[in-house]
């Protein structure tokens, strides 16, 4: 008996994605399937072009079909698809972006603009498309790193065309300040900026859109988390930071907000010595990985302290570019590869059925919100009830977690003036009462359930 396809997918079957921790025929990356005299060929389709186990799993895939009786070749063409963090991409600010990956520290120095820039070309070179926005209105540093001359150019349609540095496109705040002159930005301009780099940009198709935060937990993370669907965060820290608790601000801050935190880089870990490559813990090292694991966030890998990855930074061609092969540009890449892999393992559970993601939300009357599921499931609210099962830090305690929302003191009318989604998974509603803090993750909205579901969901 000949093999057959249904006989290649049998063995292929065993080939297992240990990140996504499904087998590659269920994940639904085996494609083309075709065998005829001897000769096997088919595609494997990952999530990332830069899959950190990708020659393995073709190397498993590879002798487990040449193994079968009569296969004489096995011809594999690996490709990439990468998944996008929102399945609507319709009335997105940025429709073509599949992924926004904001970098993120407790404090400045630790290295988020030098790990921002090297991820950025890191994954560039490894196949995806990458862009790089320097948010970091306080001190942009992108253009300079990146080694950009040139600002960008104006399209006809009035849209901003990103320079291209290194195979990926870079947008920054730089750009439009006078040199020396201070940025005092207050959070409504702040706002305004996020928009205008996310709205007015030309970033064509992106895989990824790495961006640049400031130091710290204020406006404008907050800004850039309403405003676009983020895929998770990356903190970077330094191993004294680490001890500080002062990434912990961070990741305290991406949790409120419900933006997933994707991986933790532990920078400046450990000095290496260029004349003798010797390694000397300066400021200790682990400490990373040993809060990722305590505190169940990935740890992505640590980068050395080196001179090579400040001079290359400061001559505007990153140590990834300048000399890929050396030890510091390896370390950028495996914590590259690792984040690629952590956005697929989001992305998938993003999209497993299981979470709750509204379709349509609507008002059946004024003082009624619907909201139609994904998954079929229908929910109508009252606006009273909606309102009083605000969990705001005003109507709830943060720390008891009781409610201080007297509900006798609700207007019996309260309607919604605003109703505003927020990342991918929650929403904002300005309520008629001036009450605007409020902000429901869907969560919270599919477990308050509505007066009037469809049953069965
Ligand atoms: P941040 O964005 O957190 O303020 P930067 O990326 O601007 O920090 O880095 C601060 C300084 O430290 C820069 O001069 C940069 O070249 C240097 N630097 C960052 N990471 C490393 C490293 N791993 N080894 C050596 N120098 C580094």
Redo the contacts with the bound molecule.
Sequence with gaps: MPVTKEDILKVLSQVKDPDLGKDIVALGFVKDVNVCDGIASFTIELTTPACPVKDQMKDQAYHLVMALPGIKTVNINMTAQVRASHSEQKDQLIPQVKNVIPVA?GK?????????ANLAIALSKLGAKVGLMDA?VY?P?IPI?MGAVEPPKIAPNGKMIPPVCHGVKIISMAFFVPKNEAVIWRGPMLSKMVDQFLGAVDWGELDYLVV?LP?GTGDIQLSLCQRIPLTGAVI?STPQDLAFQVAEKAILMFNKLRTPVLGLVE??SGFECRHCGGREEIFGSGGARRYGLANQIPFLGE?????N??ET??GGRPIVEAFPDSP?AKAFFKVAENLAAQISVENLQAASPDRPEPKEISQPSECEVKIVWKDGHESIYSAFDLRASCSCASCVDEVTGKKRLDESKIDKNVRPLAIEPVGRYAIHFQWSDGHRSGIYTFEHLRNLGGVNQVPGS
Excluded: C, E, F, Y
């Excluded at 400045?108 to 921002?116: A, D, E, Q, R």
């Excluded at 980068?303 to 001179?307: C, F, K, S, V």
């Design positions: 520290s400045g120095g630790v290295g988020k603009s030098t790990v921002s970091d001190g540093s790193l640049d130091p970077v920078n400046m980068i050395p302290l080196a001179t990855i400040r930074s400061d510091s």
